[in-house]
């Protein structure tokens, strides 16, 4: 069994569960994912079986694109919902217009220095594993793109938007950026995958579903390679 498989996954799982949960399921021993999916996230993610293994780099090089939710006015260790709270601040006083153009200001070409609560290794140690032991290192920005950045609805403290992004583009990250620009703090509060490289949302498989096919079927939905 050999090819490409489309999975919109639960908000509670790692990408790693998902990944497990396959094989074990369907007795498969090859099977990895192009790009990681926080635990608290939903939405696409790309599993490769058999021989697409392989292929990993080509499919995690591509552009991905998520509908996002940000809350102003509290900064947290992680820069999500689920970190430990640095500070909270008033956000009412701040203008949709001082909101936009913030947003603006992270458009294009720019550089984003890595979040503490990820999985780049420092000195042979996943930088999350440090963070959880309350210490922080310096990290190297990279330079990162963001193609689209578009708000849909402003209610703060709450604002709902869509990025599209090249690779390595950590969204907790620029949220807790854009609290910064805004000066009241911000952390990212709620996020689905909605497109991967050529891969989209609506062509994949519900947890739900993939809990209940068959091998067969299974094999059915693979995308050949």
């Known amino acids: 069994m050999d090819g490409i498989l489309l999975v919109d996954k ?3 799982m790692t990408s790693h569960d998902v990944v497990d949960l396959i094989r074990r399921r369907f007795d498969i021993k090859k099977a990895g994912h192009a790009g990681t999916l926080d635990p608290a996230a939903t939405g696409l993610l790309v599993v490769l079986i058999g021989k697409a293994t392989k292929l990993s780099s080509q499919f995690t090089s591509g552009d991905k ?17 689920e970190g430990k709270i640095l500070s909270e601040n ?6 949709e217009e001082k909101i936009r153009d913030a947003f603006r200001s992270f458009e294009g070409e720019t550089e984003q220095v890595p979040p503490m609560f990820s999985a780049i290794r420092h000195k042979g140690k996943r930088l999350y594993e440090l963070a959880r032991k309350g210490k922080e290192v310096p990290r190297e920005p990279r330079r990162i793109r963001i193609e689209k950045l578009v708000i849909n609805n402003i209610a703060l403290p709450v604002i709902h938007f869509i990025v599209r992004c090249s690779k390595g583009t950590y969204i907790r990250k620029l949220c807790d950026d854009l609290g910064d620009r805004l000066g009241c703090g911000a952390h990212l509060s709620g996020l689905r995958r909605v497109s991967s490289g050529e891969f989209n949302l609506s062509d994949s ?4 579903v993939l809990k209940s096919i068959s091998k067969a079927e299974l094999e059915g939905r693979l995308i050949r390679i």
């Not at 509290?74 to 820069?79: A, F, N, V």
């Not at 498989?205 to 739900?208: N, P, Q, W």
Request: hydrophobic content about 35%; proline content about 0%; some cysteine.
């Open 205 to 208: 498989i519900d947890m739900a």
């Open 90 to 95: 008033d956000c009412r006083g701040i203008t």
């Open 65 to 81: 694109e998520y509908e996002a939710v940000m809350t102003l006015g509290r900064k947290t260790d992680s820069g999500d919902a």
């Open 10 to 12: 639960s908000a509670g």
